[in-house]
């Protein structure tokens, strides 16, 4: 059985981001564990002129959900980039998550050929097929950000490992 565009993007969208507020959720008990506000991780970052975590956050659910909706001439949710607590950022995958669920298979397969014209920085665009576009960009943006979230989470001292990368909550006990 072939692999169709679907089945290449909806599930891995999915499980990086569940995965992701599964490393969210570990950070917030670290956090009361530890008796400090867990909101002073969402600016972190690793360098001056990095992009902060909430961005990294908001970046890799929009890359998910972008990619989808372009894939599929959908319309995709669109959020006000105001998350300012883990709480907002944890609802911001829920809500990513949700539409990703709510989106039909049949509108992602067949779509290998189509043409994606996207922004790639603040004035330029870029055009793909849509198979190059979902393997050779929007996947790896949204593994890209989620990676950075993990980090910065990682660097802060939240008790991750690799498997929560890659499992998240479905990890064995």
Request: hydrophobic share 45%; charged share 25%.
């Amino acid at each position: 059985m072939s692999i169709t565009m679907s089945r290449a993007s909806l599930p891995v969208f999915c499980t990086a981001l569940r995965n992701l507020d599964h490393c969210l959720g570990k950070a917030a008990a670290y956090a009361q564990q530890r008796k400090f506000d867990v909101n002073v991780l969402v600016s972190m970052r690793l360098a001056p002129d990095m992009l902060p975590f909430a961005s990294q956050i908001r970046i890799a659910c929009d890359a998910a959900k972008l990619c989808v909706a372009r894939l599929g001439g959908l319309d995709a949710p669109k959020f006000d980039d105001t998350e300012s607590t883990f709480a907002e950022l944890r609802e911001r995958i829920a809500r990513t998550l949700a539409w990703l669920d709510s989106v039909p298979a049949d509108v992602l397969d067949g779509t290998e050929d189509k043409e994606i014209t996207f922004p790639v920085g603040r004035d330029k665009t870029r055009t793909m097929k849509g198979e190059d576009y979902l393997r050779h960009w929007a996947l790896p943006n949204v593994f890209f950000h989620v990676t950075m979230a993990y980090a910065l989470l990682r660097h802060n001292g939240v008790d991750l490992g690799k498997i929560d990368y890659l499992l998240g909550a479905d990890q064995p006990a």
